[in-house]
């Protein structure tokens, strides 16, 4: 069964940095796409960032333009994990995030929900002025 657990969530400070952690089950990062996605308070969910390996030491990511330059997509495949970076958050960062496990190569079509199969159950982020 597969399983994504997200981590790394807390109340931070504007400006503040944080790692947050989507560790699965199954079969390793690379033979699929991991998406970061949140949802802010009264909201609809929202695609954040996405990866997917292509060969050993590359891969293809997407980004929103909201976080484009300030959030950085990773992933440990040793370790089944795909990080976010977050940096130089505001508090309209402040939202449950999500991470999900996806099939979809081409990078404009990462940020499309219905591409994703099983998802985690959140971690949240509080950024507080």
């Known amino acids: 069964q597969v399983q994504l657990v997200e981590s790394g969530g807390g109340l931070v400070q504007v400006g503040a940095s944080l790692r947050l952690s989507c560790t699965f089950s199954?079969?390793?990062?690379?033979?699929?796409?991991i998406g970061w996605f949140r949802q802010a308070p009264g909201k609809e969910r929202k695609s954040v960032a996405a990866?997917?390996?292509?060969?050993?030491?590359?891969?293809?990511?997407y980004y929103e333009d909201s976080v484009k330059g300030r959030f950085t997509i990773s992933r440990d495949e040793g370790t089944s994990t795909v990080y976010l970076q977050m940096s130089g958050l505001t508090p309209d960062d402040t939202a449950v995030y999500y991470c999900a496990r996806g099939t979809v190569i081409i990078p404009s079509s990462m940020r499309d929900q219905a591409n994703y199969d099983f998802w985690g159950q959140g971690t949240q982020v509080t950024v507080s002025s």
């Open positions: 199954g079969r390793t990062a690379s033979q699929y796409t």
């Open positions: 990866l997917r390996s292509i060969s050993r030491n590359s891969v293809a990511t």
